[in-house]
């Protein structure tokens, strides 16, 4: 069966990239969520349980191209070059994010 995240991401994601013209996957920012939070220095514990993955082991194996550069990012500092991007990526596709939907992500 599946997760109401499954079934949102079928139904709500793919049509809203492609109006949008971007060519990311659901997948994709799963992923760099979970390579961001080792970058980040968070514990190989934590890690995998925010993924969904059975063990540590599955996650190191899935991820370990990133802990074997054994880069760290300050995180306050990527994720305001993050939301800088993506706030000039929707000012150049003439779009703009709406104040409802910045105090929802605010609340995230």
């Known amino acids: 069966m599946a997760t109401p995240l499954q079934v949102q991401g079928g139904k709500a994601w793919r049509p809203t990239v492609e109006h949008l013209g971007l060519r990311v996957r659901f997948h994709d920012l799963r992923h760099g969520f979970g390579s961001l939070l080792l ?18 082991g599955f996650t190191l194996s899935t991820y370990l191209h990133t802990v074997k550069e054994g880069r760290r990012l300050d995180k306050d500092a990527t994720l305001a070059r993050l939301e800088a991007a993506f706030q000039g990526d929707l000012a150049y596709r ?12 605010a609340k995230v």
């Not at 970058?39 to 540590?56: C, E, K």
């Open 39 to 56: 970058a980040f220095g968070d514990p190989l514990t934590y890690v995998p349980s925010q993924l969904g993955h059975s063990s540590p």
């Open 94 to 105: 003439g779009l703009t994010v709406s104040a409802g939907a910045q105090a929802d992500a």
